[in-house]
């Protein structure tokens, strides 16, 4: 098993702060995914991992191209460890996956069945012509990300809209804040109990026996401006984030929309969440504390929940700059989409013409939806329907989707007061679409009139009634749920089927694709 020697080091150097920048790969590249024995928070816990052999750290590579570009990503699965899951599957996080690649969407039993592991591999496909902006990818196979199958994935846009606004967009301002944790996912004990923050792959531990480990370093230079991407892949955590000095950030775009910039001095991301923030390096040169806290609650002691902006000339050494709790942090309501704002349908709820669902969430030792706990389905979803096995009205399992038509404008309430206190706030992912946010966490009124439009959004407290709508014109089966990786794992999800009239004519997956169950279901249980 390789140990990545800028891990493993971790635990017995200590030194100060080092420069991640990240090699970029794409559009056409192997993605190989290993596992390596790490300690990237300086706990002296040293604990295999999931990591792809084009990192270093245990984010996962920069996967880059511009808009238009055909992504062809070959994933290579070594894994053969025993303490994680060796079959897994990739999610392109935020792609909408138009023109019938949805069996490229990668949720395990929803799109498609596992890779198996031990050197098989599949081909991931798509085009997406019109998107570009910040996602990331990762393992979508039960909690398998939370081991480190995570990473960042960015189109750049040669016509960027906001291209004057700032003079740096580079592997270099790509920021990924985790979460760590020293248990391995398949037996973390306690939920909500993280071990570290890792910024760039490099965080530092708390407890007993940590040590001043490495810090990820951001590095600008005085009198530029920097488009800083900003995205929370963590499994848990929602996080605050501020950049101390630095009160005039503006935010640009908000999970691959932009946005007309909207000044802020700091901002919440929920898992999955990403924001495009330009910074003017206008500060004295030094270096400034650049500061991602779980729940608004770290107390930042020692460098933890930390990295490092570095200006040019800066000697290296740690800040010494002091926290500044945000004074104008962002509200999601002021995300007013750059193009086309507005949510579809008429401007007002109970419209005929609009689909409706509101969405009944309880909790009795597992999550349900409408009544129904999300099992995975033996057969995945897309195959149910293009081997001709089931019927939309007859998809596996029960209870567990809604079906919707194209063209349809979908309506979707998230009241939570049943599960807001059971881990949340809850981020809610749709795959396959961007929706408009009608109503936000913390709002009593609806805006239809310029909505954020996002693809994750926190469904808030006890008293929210959370509330998005999007247009129903891409087929295929597409996933909402909450992206804290254990409530998944414990049923907080279901399929909206949409347009299963049309996913045998336009939905045509590889002769490879076929495969994966076949493989996948001849696996000894010890490798599935």
Request: charged share 15%; proline share 7%.
């Amino acid at each position: 098993m390789p140990t990545f020697r800028s891990l493993a080091s971790l635990a017995v150097v200590a030194i100060q702060a080092v420069t991640i920048v990240r090699a970029a790969i794409g559009p056409v590249t192997d993605l190989t995914v290993t596992s390596a024995t790490v300690d990237p928070d300086g706990s002296g816990v040293q604990r295999d991992a999931i990591v792809f052999e084009q990192s270093d750290t245990v984010i996962g590579p920069l996967i880059r191209g511009n808009k238009g570009d055909n992504f062809q990503i070959n994933l290579i699965n070594n894994l053969a460890n025993d303490n994680m899951r060796k079959p897994t599957s990739i999610h392109w996080h935020g792609i909408f996956q138009t023109g019938g690649h949805a069996w490229a969407d990668g949720p395990a039993f929803v799109t498609q069945c596992p890779i198996a592991g031990q050197g098989h591999s599949f081909q991931y496909s798509f085009v997406e012509p019109n998107q570009a902006g910040t996602f990331w990818y990762h393992s979508h196979l039960s909690t398998q990300y939370c081991d480190g199958a995570r990473g960042p994935f960015v189109i750049y846009d040669t016509q960027d809209p906001h291209a004057d606004l700032y003079n740096v967009d580079d592997e270099s301002t790509v920021i990924t804040i985790a979460d760590w944790y020293h248990d391995y996912a398949m037996t973390v004990a306690v939920v909500g109990r993280v071990d570290a923050t890792l910024i760039n792959g490099l965080g530092r531990f708390a407890g007993t026996g940590g040590t001043a480990s490495q810090l990820s370093v951001v590095t600008v230079e005085k009198g530029k401006k920097y488009r800083l991407r900003f995205i929370n892949v963590a499994c848990d955590p929602w996080y605050r984030i501020s950049i101390d000095g630095h009160t005039d950030l503006k935010i640009i775009e908000a999970d691959g929309i932009s946005t007309t910039p909207v000044p802020v001095d700091g901002f919440d991301m929920f898992v999955g969440q990403r924001y495009s923030v330009v910074l003017d390096a206008n500060q004295d040169i030094g270096n400034y504390w650049i500061r991602a806290s779980p729940s608004a609650l770290s107390s930042f002691a020692g460098g933890i929940d930390s990295a490092i902006l570095r200006y040019v000339g800066a000697p290296a050494t740690e800040p010494t700059t002091t926290f500044a709790a945000p004074s104008r942090l962002l509200s999601e309501q002021s995300l007013t989409p750059l193009e086309n704002p507005g949510a579809p349908g008429p401007p007002v709820r109970g419209d005929p013409s609009v689909k409706s669902f509101t969405l009944d969430f309880a909790f009795n030792g597992k999550f349900t939806v409408n009544g129904a706990e999300f099992i995975p389905p033996t057969v995945p979803v897309l195959l149910q329907i293009l081997s001709g096995a089931q019927t939309a009205q007859s998809l596996l399992p029960a209870g567990s989707f809604i079906e919707i038509n194209q063209g349809d404008i979908v309506e979707v309430t998230l009241p939570v007061p049943t599960i807001a206190r059971i881990g949340g706030p809850h981020p809610f992912h749709l795959h396959g679409h961007a929706f408009d946010v009608i109503r936000s966490a913390g709002q009593t009124t609806d805006n239809f009139v310029n909505p954020p439009r996002r693809d994750v959004v926190s469904t808030g407290g006890v008293n929210d009634t959370v509330t998005i709508r999007f247009v129903a014109d891409n087929p295929g089966p597409w996933f909402l749920h909450c992206h804290i990786d254990w409530h998944l794992e414990l049923g907080l999800a279901l399929v909206f089927a949409e347009s299963t009239d049309q996913w045998n004519t336009l939905i045509t997956p590889p002769s490879e694709w076929d495969q994966l169950c076949p493989i996948y279901d001849a696996l000894a249980d010890s490798d599935s």
